[in-house]
């Protein structure tokens, strides 16, 4: 199989220089360095990137509005973005997330840990077209039926209220996603539920007490939100 087409929109040489060889190393051969956003934006259509490596803080157009841009027009928006930040930009991680980004990786990272969410939002990208549809899902011993609204660990019912019903089907949806604390809010209210952010907190306690020992199949991701542990 073909590997897949990456651009890198990065304006630091050391950090082009560290993904281009280490992707190389892994067999990612069409790779496509943009050192702006708006090279990056240029690029885009003609290369059509499978994954776009994007980092934050760029001269001119910065990161976030390239996401917007992207996930705003119907031609790029599927393109999976994984956005490159600074310890200090949570609060535009969380702008990314909910813009549509897929995933981030705070610098320094270690090239391993990159290679690895590549690979997984590659599989991610894949999997969710296929996983649309069935109302069951089955993630390691957890066993949801949405049809049903019915739960269990193992052999053993868990009782779920609506709402921890919810936010747990969609979390597992999407194992090793992070979701902020809006996009669950937003998630669930659409069943015109009234849940607030501090709410979701309360509900994922509620939950991980549920799950017993499989409580930490949710993880918190520190100043970001929750997701759902990739290696179940
Ligand atoms: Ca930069």
């Known amino acids: 199989m073909a590997k897949e087409k990456i651009l890198i929109i990065e304006d ?24 702006s956003g708006e090279l990056g934006l240029k690029i885009i259509p003609e290369f059509m990137p499978d994954i776009i490596l994007l980092d934050l803080m760029l001269p001119g157009i910065d990161g976030l509005t390239v996401c917007r841009t992207l996930k705003s027009n119907p ?11 600074a310890k200090s930009e949570e609060t535009d991680v ?20 990159l290679v690895a969410r590549i690979k997984s939002v590659v599989r991610r990208s894949k999997y969710n077209v296929q996983e649309e549809t069935p109302d069951i899902l089955k993630r390691g011993n957890l066993l949801m039926n949405r049809g049903k609204r019915e ?16 936010i747990l089907y969609m979390l597992a949806k999407r194992p090793g996603w992070v979701f902020t604390r809006n996009q669950i809010v937003n998630e669930v209210k659409g069943n015109d539920y009234p849940v ?28 970001v939100g929750y997701r759902f542990n990739e290696n179940t």
């Open 94 to 113: 969380i702008i990314g997330l909910e813009m549509g980004a897929d995933d981030y990786i705070t610098k320094p990272f270690s090239t391993k840990v």
């Open 75 to 85: 031609e790029t928006e599927a393109i999976p973005i994984i956005m490159l930040t």
């Open 151 to 166: 739960a269990t660990l193992g052999d053993k019912p868990i009782t779920l209220t609506f709402s921890e019903f919810e």
């Open 196 to 223: 607030t952010e501090r709410a979701v907190d309360v509900q994922i306690v509620g939950l991980r007490k549920k799950l017993g020992e499989m409580g930490n199949l949710i993880e918190t991701v520190r100043g």
């Open 12 to 35: 630091e040489e050391d950090i082009q220089e560290l993904i281009r060889y280490n992707l190389r190393k892994e067999g990612y051969e069409n790779l496509k360095v943009a050192d």
